[in-house]
């Protein structure tokens, strides 16, 4: 059975998209053009950064209904994760908190995806 292993991101401006991604995973895309730009990492997961004025069908959504959600080791990485983006300006939409999942932080790239980042909590 076939499963999921990419997403895309609708973008005003793949290259500049991929820049700011560059920065954040600390990592170049394995392809990048004008109007698309991809990431992939060791999981496997592909991200792409695709020109939301090329898309077909026209995309009808505006940014912000999702979630790229990026697991870390530990709640003092979730903190730590916040404190860095903060300190480059990244936009932060909620400041780390304990939720019933675990300790989580959300942030926005520059189109205003949202980026999760979490620890789950430990098991009872």
């Known amino acids: 059975m076939p499963h ?3 997403i895309n991101l609708y ?3 793949p290259p500049e998209s991929a820049g700011f991604y560059s920065e954040l995973f600390d ?6 053009s004008p ?12 991200l792409g950064l695709w020109a939301r004025y090329a898309v077909a069908p026209t995309v009808i959504a505006p ?3 999702s ?3 990026i697991p870390v080791a530990s709640n003092a990485h979730v903190d730590a994760t916040w404190e860095d983006w903060s300190a480059r300006g990244i936009t932060i939409l909620q400041a780390p908190t304990t939720m019933d999942f675990g300790r989580t932080f959300v942030a926005s790239d520059p189109d205003g995806h949202r980026l ?3 620890k789950l909590a430990e098991s009872r």
């Open 27 to 32: 990592m170049e895309p394995v392809e990048a």
């Open 63 to 65: 940014p912000g209904g």
């Open 4 to 6: 999921p292993d990419m």
């Open 116 to 118: 999760r980042v979490y």
């Open 11 to 13: 973008v005003a401006s």
């Open 35 to 46: 109007g698309f730009a991809l990431f992939a990492f060791a999981s496997g997961m592909k």
């Open 67 to 69: 979630e790229v959600v």
